[in-house]
């Protein structure tokens, strides 16, 4: 079956550490996404890929990184300069303009 | 500024009752919407969306919407409310030309009693 996987379900982070979270589709969808949501603040985007080997930072970047050398695969990496990581994060991908299908999440903890 | 909002940040409802989500959106012509619903701990499902065309779009579980333009409104309706029905329900827009970001409402978190 098509979709999209996200690992693992949930991460533990301690103060310091960079850690990455995985992304994969079997879509072949073009574009992807990373969205970070917190209680009553909805979706917000982090970075987002239109075709392999480019990206574009969304609306809170900071602290973020991205890679896309595969179209498949889209991970993200929380990096110790994101102060408050603690989060529920969401990937996603779509061909443009079309709905976007949605993983099941990873939630992030820091310790 | 584009965005989309939805007034209702909670909404209670009891089971069999009618149900209606609002949406509104701000953006320079008309999107594409979309609603999505998500039960806690899970990623976003869409439940239907609206290209063009019949302004009332028919989704799964039951669900319609209503684009109205002259509104800006893009509400989510059931007839009938289920118990299973109990999630968050997002609003969610995108431009039909050269953009690949989605702007997404904040969401309202139905409770349904039985």
């Known amino acids: 079956d098509g979709g999209i996987t996200q690992s693992p379900k949930y991460l533990f982070r301690k103060e310091g550490q960079n850690v990455t979270l995985s992304c994969e589709q079997n879509?072949?969808?073009?574009?992807m996404y990373w969205y970070r949501q917190d209680p009553g603040q909805g979706l917000r985007l982090i970075y987002y890929?239109?075709?392999?080997?480019?990206?574009q930072k969304g609306d809170i970047a900071e602290g973020y990184s991205v890679s896309r050398e595969k179209k498949e695969s889209f991970p993200l990496t929380v990096t110790s300069a994101q102060k408050n990581p603690t989060a529920f994060y969401l990937c996603?991908?779509?061909?443009?303009?079309?709905?976007?299908?949605f993983g099941p999440g990873t939630r992030l903890t820091v310790l | 500024a584009q965005s989309v909002t939805q007034p209702d940040i909670h909404i209670t409802v009891s089971e069999g009752a009618s149900l209606e989500l609002r949406c509104n959106y701000s953006?320079?012509?008309?999107?594409?919407l979309f609603w999505y619903v998500q039960s806690p701990g899970q990623g976003l499902q869409l439940l239907l969306k609206?290209?063009?065309?019949?302004?009332l779009v028919q989704g799964i579980k039951g669900f319609e919407a209503e684009f109205k333009r002259s509104q800006s409104s893009f509400n989510l309706r059931k007839p009938s409310v289920h118990w299973s029905d109990a999630a968050e329900y997002f609003c969610a827009v995108v431009g039909t030309s050269g953009t690949y970001k989605y702007i997404f409402g904040t969401g309202t978190r139905l409770k349904v009693l039985a």
């Open positions: 996603a991908s779509s061909m443009r303009p079309n709905e976007q299908f």
């Open positions: 953006y320079g012509a008309t999107p594409y």
């Open positions: 879509l072949n969808h073009d574009a």
């Open positions: 609206y290209f063009s065309g019949d302004t």
């Open positions: 890929s239109q075709i392999v080997n480019d990206f």
